[in-house]
């Protein structure tokens, strides 16, 4: 009887002292779709990423923080920001099981980038619409280097990838940035008197 309460004990501890490995990493992203390149820089921890893109535009960085259930996009020539809700929609595809997921077959597997990879044919469902996949997961890291339609109308890709702890600053707002729902605001409206 002692033994069983010693390695339940010792069980207990164990699962204490040990907290469940969290994915951290930094990538370089690539998304082709109808024709198009997109390229970024991905830095990641479970409940938050920052994405810094590549592409011309407004938005140079995307700080997505699901533990506070919201996506600043930064405007850096401007010094702003833009707060937008968070939605699933956002969620980054770094996960062995894809969202849905009905059937997983193997049929073969790669080296990408010098990492061993097994190539999955994967199923998934959501409501009545069925998509089909094929998904590159790397053995030696745990992690999805590329994910593709089986139609070739849409890829992602992720290469240089790094497991390494990600600085917390880089899920912060930047000190000197303004949020632009300020300027949302209309000057010209009259306030309103309340308790009239």
């Given amino acids: 009887m002692s033994r069983t309460i010693a390695a339940f004990f010792l069980t207990v501890v164990l699962s204490i002292a040990v907290p469940a490995r969290a ?19 991905v830095y990641y921890r479970d409940d938050r990423w920052r994405i810094e893109h590549h592409a011309m535009g407004p938005v140079n960085v995307s700080i997505v923080r699901k533990d506070k259930q919201v996506v600043w ?8 920001f833009k707060t937008v809700p968070y939605t699933a929609e956002q969620e980054l595809f770094v996960t062995e099981k894809l969202h849905g997921e009905v059937s997983r077959e193997e049929i073969g597997q790669e080296t990408r980038e010098g990492h061993p990879t097994i190539l999955y044919e994967v199923t998934t469902k959501q409501g009545e619409q069925t998509e089909v996949y094929y998904q590159w997961v790397a053995t ?23 497991m390494r702890p990600v600085s917390d600053y880089l899920f912060q707002l930047p000190v000197n940035f303004r949020p632009l729902e300020e300027f949302d ?12």
């Fill in 140 to 162: 030696d890291i745990h992690f999805p280097m590329k994910l593709a339609k089986k139609d070739g109308s849409w890829i992602l890709e992720y290469q240089h990838v790094k």
């Fill in 23 to 41: 994915l951290e990493f930094t990538a370089d992203r690539v998304m082709k779709m109808d024709g198009r390149t997109a390229k970024s820089v």
């Fill in 73 to 80: 996009l930064l405007l850096s020539r401007m010094k702003h």
């Fill in 185 to 196: 605001k209309d000057p010209t409206a009259e306030p309103q008197n309340q308790g009239m």
